[in-house]
């Protein structure tokens, strides 16, 4: 006998049959369960947007492109009904923060600017991260990175920042600083901070990190500018569960403690098979897919296996690591190059590689399968021959850990 799941993928589900002696725990089913949800103006004008905008000559907002939850398609309409454009006497633009992504499609950019397209699609403009002529340098920070940021943050004095916070596996946290850098920024300053990512203080929910602290000290490159920020945290169901606006890190720092409080869950031991679930719009593309396997591989028994199951709608993403991968045989070698972190997306080979040292990533999605092995993950062809594959290389009793929303969702294991 064996008990059904229906695990969410893509448009549709993928079935699961799973013994009934294996010991099953479930986190983050309530994912799309209904929450409250705060008042968008309210808070907005709390936090002192009004008084923003009624000093602000010129506007720069910056917000997060489609690989992110942050809810600028409803934070916008509130803007705009306190900024008259027409009225205004400076410049005016909207810069989706994309860092090494690819641009928005106009579907996703619809979602991005909500009830706003129509009147301030003429206005909006995707970050470039590889046309240097774009960019200007804002700066050093201590590390030594020169940081080169998109040339509309030299040209605006008033700046808006709309982000959202949530974990993310080498910046600890998304938000805050994040939308300026890496948000904005040119790849090579980008990729001599990203190079950090093979270290171990870099994890999710960790700020205590040298990637973290450079995007910080970015803010201090712009201690010219008048930055007002606003920062959600949402639900489990996407609903806003907190706005935090004005003074940049503050708000990130207040946005951190509410976010811990919903996406950190708690178990109580290890599990033999982990199920790593990936939604929406994190199940975009296989450069997305590390974030599933980084919240949730602690919860993994060494010799146990973690299953990542992402609808990869855009195929395979940046393809930077897939590029460098074929220097390497196995994870082992990747693991003995280390000096190789500078070449940018390594980080996305070493992390894995150092979890496969004792354990195995078994990889459902849409992606051919030469490309999810020319990462060293190993491809599936569906979700039921991805269980009964790591079962066999266990000896009864074993358990399992099914996450969903692994994107979000960091499993952090109790005393251990």
């Known amino acids: 006998m064996s008990e059904h799941f229906e695990i969410p993928y893509g448009d549709y589900s993928?079935?699961?049959?799973?013994?009934?002696?294996?010991p099953v725990k479930i986190i983050g089913g309530d994912s799309y369960s209904n929450s409250n949800s705060v008042d968008i103006g309210k808070e907005l004008i709390s936090g002192g947007i009004k008084e923003f905008l009624d000093s602000a000559e010129?506007?720069?907002?910056?917000?997060?492109?489609?690989?992110?939850?942050?809810?600028?398609?409803?934070?916008?309409?509130?803007i705009k009904?306190?900024?008259?454009?027409?009225?205004?006497?400076?410049?005016?633009?909207i810069l989706i923060a994309t860092g090494t992504h690819r641009s928005p499609h106009k579907d996703e950019l619809k979602r991005i600017l909500g009830p706003t397209f129509d009147e301030y699609f003429p206005y909006t403009r995707a970050h470039n991260s590889i046309d240097s002529e774009a960019h200007y340098l804002a700066g050093t920070v201590s590390s030594g990175i020169d940081v080169y940021l998109d040339k509309a943050v030299e040209k605006f004095h008033n700046i808006i920042?709309?982000?959202?916070?949530?974990?993310?596996?080498?910046?600890?946290?998304?938000?805050?600083?994040?939308?300026?850098?890496?948000?904005?920024?040119f790849k090579d300053s980008i990729i001599k901070n990203h190079i950090k990512a093979i270290d171990r203080d870099v994890q999710p929910l960790e700020l205590d990190n040298p990637i973290h602290r450079d995007m910080d000290e970015v803010i201090d490159l712009l201690v010219d500018k008048n930055i007002f920020s606003i920062q959600a945290v949402h639900n489990p169901d996407r609903s806003i569960a907190g706005l935090f606006c004005g003074d940049i890190r503050e708000s990130f720092y207040r946005a951190v403690k509410l976010a811990e409080k919903i996406f950190v869950k708690e178990i109580d031991d290890y599990y033999d098979i982990v199920l790593a679930i990936m939604f929406p719009p994190l199940d975009i593309d296989l450069y997305q897919i590390q974030k599933a396997f980084e919240n949730t591989k602690?919860?993994?028994?060494?010799?146990?296996?973690?299953?990542?199951?992402?609808?990869?709608?855009?195929?395979?993403?940046?393809?930077?690591?897939?590029?460098?991968?074929?220097?390497?045989?196995?994870?082992?070698?990747?693991?003995?190059?280390?000096?190789?972190?500078?070449?940018?997306?390594?980080?996305?080979?070493?992390?894995?590689?150092?979890?496969?040292?004792?354990?195995?990533?078994?990889?459902?999605?849409?992606?051919?399968?030469?490309y999810i092995k020319s990462v060293f993950l190993t491809p599936k062809t569906d979700l039921q021959t991805a269980f009964n594959d790591a079962a066999s290389y266990l000896s009864p009793p074993y358990s399992a850990l099914i996450v969903y929303d692994a994107g979000q969702n960091v499993i952090r294991v109790k005393a251990k």
């Open 298 to 370: 602690y919860a993994v028994k060494p010799g146990g296996t973690c299953i990542l199951v992402s609808k990869c709608r855009d195929g395979v993403g940046p393809d930077d690591w897939l590029k460098i991968s074929a220097r390497y045989n196995s994870p082992a070698e990747v693991l003995e190059k280390a000096q190789d972190v500078k070449m940018f997306g390594f980080h996305k080979l070493y992390r894995p590689a150092r979890f496969m040292d004792r354990s195995k990533i078994f990889v459902v999605s849409d992606v051919e399968p030469f």
């Open 161 to 185: 920042v709309v982000g959202s916070v949530e974990p993310h596996f080498f910046a600890g946290f998304t938000g805050g600083r994040k939308g300026i850098f890496p948000g904005v920024a």
């Open 81 to 93: 009904s306190l900024s008259n454009l027409s009225k205004r006497k400076g410049k005016f633009e």
């Open 14 to 22: 993928l079935p699961l049959e799973i013994p009934n002696n294996v």
């Open 58 to 78: 010129d506007l720069l907002i910056i917000v997060n492109d489609h690989t992110r939850f942050t809810p600028s398609g409803r934070i916008l309409p509130h």
